[in-house]
């Protein structure tokens, strides 16, 4: 794909994490009736309209209440003697096999790298995927394990899908790579009507830190039955764009959906139609975050300034880690960043940061050297022809992370 294209591609692994799941019927599936009593236990028989498999029952408490297949069911639990969940059924419903189980306002002591996990993380990084993608985190804590098993090999990705992770939402932001906003499992836990306020409330805290950040799931969700979506699904997307999010994602919609092409077209269309609207503009501008107290920050916010005063047609970062791209592209210049660095695996992990177009190049020993570097690449990408000049960002020595110290402006 990436020779198809000529552009760097990320591959994100998704890891399941401890996603608690009932098991199967005898009919596949049974009825829960309101008032009814229904039991979860540890017996692996096949289900009944009385009883069903459920692993860890003994993490949940009397007095909580369980939603299941995505909160179309709540179940009230009555009682619970270690092996088994008594419950009452409070909204009910049909109930099939393996759907899952969420327990709201809780943190359930559940280990966010399964077994499962360790194995699946493993095997994503031999394979050179350039994200992992953590479920269910509900504390920094949870980060400890996956950071110390990823190491350098890959960006890590938080999905905020747990209420819980919002009492510690800075520290999780602080300690990731970059974050997904899962609104699937998120709204289940929490009310409909807090759901926007919390997507907007996680996008400021990423865009205070620079960490990359997606939107996903629900997106179009008509579109996995229709070819075209509601007015206010592409509401919703276009939102999500004019608050500043790096990437809006498809899940159903083209995993299993029966449109998938016309959805990836039709998110694409949307993109196009906010980026062009001149309001865009004026709120990321509104939005504009001011710099962090370090060189790079300075460097970054100086690049974005300078290129928007000179009319420059790219603002340039050179980078080796993708550092000195991140804080270009949490300043939000109107120029397109180019993001030029010697490693293709940079260059497919910085794919997913807002407005960076990524180049692959060798390395570079001086300042002239970078200067003639950016402005051939710009030419080479399309972003500039004779004449136009090109803001650059860089840092000395070279090759070194975390050393941005350098801003240059060029006539190609």
């Known amino acids: 794909m990436e020779r198809a294209t000529g552009r760097p591609i990320f591959v994100l692994a998704d890891m399941q994490g401890p996603k608690l799941r009932v098991g199967t019927f005898d009919a596949g599936k049974v009825a829960l009736v309101v008032g009814a009593l229904f039991t979860l236990d540890r017996s692996p028989a096949r289900g009944t309209v009385e009883r069903v498999h459920l692993p860890h029952p003994e993490l949940i408490a009397a007095g909580q209440s369980l939603l299941l297949d995505d909160g179309k069911l709540r179940l009230e ?98 300690a990731a790579d970059a974050v997904m906003v899962a609104r699937g499992d998120l709204g289940v836990e929490l009310p409909p009507e807090r759901v ?125 880690s993708g550092h000195t791209s991140l804080r270009a592209t949490r300043q939000r210049p109107s120029a397109p960043i180019l993001g030029i660095t010697p490693k293709l695996s940079t260059a497919r992990r910085l794919a997913l940061a807002w407005g960076v177009h990524c180049a692959v190049s060798h390395d570079v020993e001086t300042v002239d050297e970078i200067v003639t570097a950016a402005c051939a690449i710009a030419v080479r990408e399309g972003l500039a022809s004779a004449g136009d000049r090109v803001a650059i960002a860089a840092g000395m020595p070279f090759g070194e992370p975390g050393t941005t110290n350098i801003l240059r402006i060029a006539r190609v």
């Open 77 to 174: 639990v009555l009682e619970n003697d270690g092996e088994s969940i008594r419950t009452r059924v409070m909204h009910g419903g049909m109930l099939s096999d393996r759907k899952g189980v969420n327990v709201p306002d809780t943190i359930l002591p559940i280990p966010v790298l399964t077994e499962k996990d360790r194995i699946d993380l493993e095997f994503a990084l031999s394979l050179g995927a350039d994200w992992i993608a953590l479920s269910f985190v509900q504390q920094p804590e949870d980060l400890i394990d996956a950071r110390a098993l990823i190491g350098e090999r890959a960006g890590l990705m938080v999905k905020l899908e747990k209420p819980a992770a919002l009492d510690r939402l800075d520290e999780i932001v602080s």
């Open 196 to 320: 926007p306020g919390v997507q907007k409330r996680i996008l400021r805290s990423c865009r205070s830190r620079g960490k990359p950040v997606i939107i996903a799931t629900q997106m179009l969700e008509s579109m996995t039955l229709a070819p075209v979506p509601t007015r206010a699904e592409a509401s919703d997307v276009a939102t999500a764009i004019y608050d500043g999010a790096d990437a809006v994602m498809l899940s159903a919609e083209s995993a299993s959906g029966g449109y998938p092409v016309q959805a990836v077209g039709m998110m694409d269309r949307i993109i196009k139609e906010v980026e062009r609207d001149p309001l865009y503009r004026s709120l990321l501008d509104a939005q504009h975050e001011l710099p962090l107290q370090t060189p790079s920050d300075a460097i970054c916010a100086a690049l974005r300034d300078v290129a928007q005063t000179i009319c420059a047609v790219a603002a340039v970062t050179y980078t080796t």
